[in-house]
C-alpha cells in the first residue's frame, strides 16, 4: 500500500480541535461543526478528533466514537482526519478499527498513560494497534524522552504502516538526535509542541507541527507554516513573539489551563461556551481579560 499521500499530508498545521460541551455538559455538535468548518474554511488540511486539546481523556467511548465520526463527515475530503486512540490495548486497536471503519486515513496513538511503561512493552502497545489497522497510517505521540530512537525504527521495521511521530519532548537537542536515530527521511516529523516549539525543531528535522491555537487564528498558525516551509525564520519568529503570551499561559503549571485557554479565547470570539471537563478547569476571571485582549490583538 502507498502511504506516500498520507506522509505527505502530514507536512504541515495538524490542528487539534477542541470538544465544545453544551448547557447540559454533553457534546454541543451544533457548535462542534461549526468550529470544524471555520478550520477547514480558514485552510488547515489535517485535523486530530480526540487530541488533548479535544479534552480526549475526559470523554467517554460514546463519546470519543461520536467526535471521531462526526469530524470525517464534516472534513468531508477536504482534510486528512487523524483520529486519536489510547488507553488500554483493547479500548486503543477497537477505537482504531472504529475510525477505519468511519472512513478515516490515520490515528494517531496517545502516550500510555501506565507508570510503568518499558521501551519493548512501548513496542508491544503500539505493534498490536499497527498491526489491526494495516491500511492507516500510525503516528505514535511520543513524551518520554527515555525512549530510543533505534526502538521507533524497530517498530517501524514491523509495522510500515507507522509513517509519522507527534515528539512532543521539549528538547530541540533531544528531538534531533532520536529523529536521527529513527531515521530522519524515514518518518514524517511532527513538532508536537505547537508553535512555540516549531521553529526549532524545523530547524532540525520537523516538517510540521501540531496547533490548538489554530482553532482560535487558523491564518496566524498557517502564517507560521508557510514561513518554516521558506526556511524565513525571521518571518517565523515574528509570528512566535505574536503568539508567545497566550502559548505560555497554555503551557504555565505543567500545561493546567492548555484547554482552557483555548476555550476561553473561543468564547471572547462568541464561538462557543468556555467549559471544559475535569481534570481541566475554566480560567480565573483574572485572566480572561488578557486572553480576550490578546485574541483582539491578532487578524483573525
Not at 49 to 59: I, V
Not at 126 to 154: D, F, Q, S, W
Not at 228 to 247: C, P, S
Request: charged letters at 20%; proline letters at 6%; aromatic letters at 6%.
Amino acid at each position: 500500500m502507498d502511504l506516500s499521500p498520507l506522509k505527505a499530508a502530514l507536512a504541515d498545521v495538524v490542528a487539534i480541535p477542541v470538544t465544545p460541551f453544551a448547557e447540559d455538559g454533553g457534546i454541543d455538535t451544533a457548535v462542534h461543526r461549526a468550529l470544524l468548518r471555520r478550520l477547514l474554511d480558514g485552510g488547515v488540511r489535517v485535523v486530530t478528533p480526540n487530541g488533548n486539546t479535544g479534552e480526549f481523556y475526559a470523554l467517554t467511548p460514546d463519546e470519543r466514537r461520536a467526535v471521531t465520526e462526526l469530524t470525517i463527515d464534516e472534513a468531508g475530503g477536504r482534510a486528512t482526519v487523524l483520529v486519536g486512540v489510547g488507553h488500554d490495548v483493547p479500548t486503543a486497536v477497537a477505537a482504531a478499527e472504529h475510525a477505519r471503519d468511519a472512513g478515516a486515513e490515520m490515528v494517531m496513538v496517545h502516550q500510555p498513560v501506565h507508570p510503568y511503561v518499558s521501551q519493548d512493552g512501548w513496542i508491544d502497545y503500539h505493534r498490536t494497534i499497527a498491526e489491526a489497522v494495516p491500511e492507516l497510517g500510525v503516528v505514535p505521540y511520543i513524551r518520554n524522552p527515555l525512549l530510543a530512537g533505534e526502538r521507533l525504527a524497530e517498530l517501524a521495521d514491523s509495522c510500515p504502516n507507522v509513517i509519522g511521530v507527534k515528539y512532543a519532548v521539549p528538547d530541540a537537542a533531544r528531538f534531533a538526535a532520536f529523529a536521527r536515530d529513527a531515521g530522519l527521511e524515514r518518518f514524517v516529523w511532527i513538532a508536537g509542541l505547537a508553535e512555540l516549539y516549531a521553529p526549532s525543531y524545523f530547524a532540525t528535522g520537523a516538517t510540521g507541527f501540531t496547533s490548538g491555537l489554530v482553532n482560535v487564528a487558523p491564518g496566524v498558525s498557517l502564517s507560521m507554516l508557510e514561513a518554516l516551509r521558506a526556511g524565513d525564520y525571521t518571518a517565523a519568529m515574528k509570528v512566535w513573539e505574536q503568539i508567545r503570551r497566550f502559548e505560555d499561559l497554555r503551557a504555565d503549571r505543567q500545561s493546567a489551563d492548555n484547554v482552557t485557554v483555548v476555550k476561553e479565547a473561543l468564547a471572547a470570539l462568541g464561538l462557543c461556551r468556555r467549559d471544559v471537563r475535569a481534570p481541566s478547569r475554566v480560567l480565573p476571571e483574572a485572566q480572561r481579560a488578557e486572553v480576550a485582549g490578546l485574541v483582539a490583538g491578532w487578524s483573525i
